[in-house]
C-alpha cells in the first residue's frame, strides 16, 4: 500500500496543473464528479507511514533514474516529505 501512495502522491507533485496537464491533487473527498481528484490523502498518508519504502522500490526507483526518465520520486527517497507537504 506505501508503494501505491507514494507513487499518487509523486502524481500529485508532477502534475500541477500548469503544463496542460490536469491538476491532480489529492483530498478528503471520496465522490469527486469528474474533477481530477486522486486519493483520499489520509488514507495515503497513512499507508505511506506503516509501509515504507522497500529495497524493491527503491531499486525500480533507481532504475528509472539511470534507465529511463532521469528523476526520481522523492517519498520514495524521503518517505517523511509526505508529511512536510500534507
Not at 506505501?2 to 496537464?21: H, P, Q, S, T
Not at 486519493?39 to 519504502?53: F, I, R, T, Y
Not at 532521469?70 to 500534507?86: L, Q, S, T, Y
Request: charged share 30%; no cysteine.
Amino acid at each position: 500500500r506505501g508503494d501505491v501512495a507514494r507513487m499518487i502522491l509523486y502524481m500529485a507533485v508532477r502534475y500541477e496543473g500548469d503544463d496542460g496537464f490536469a491538476d491532480l491533487e489529492p483530498n478528503e473527498r471520496v465522490g469527486n464528479g469528474s474533477a481530477p481528484y486522486m486519493g483520499k490523502l489520509s488514507v495515503l498518508k497513512a499507508w505511506n507511514e506503516a509501509d515504507p519504502p522497500s529495497a524493491f522500490e527503491e531499486r525500480r526507483n533507481e532504475v528509472i533514474y539511470d534507465t529511463y526518465q532521469h528523476n526520481r520520486n522523492p517519498f520514495i527517497d524521503h518517505p517523511e516529505w509526505v508529511e512536510a507537504i500534507w
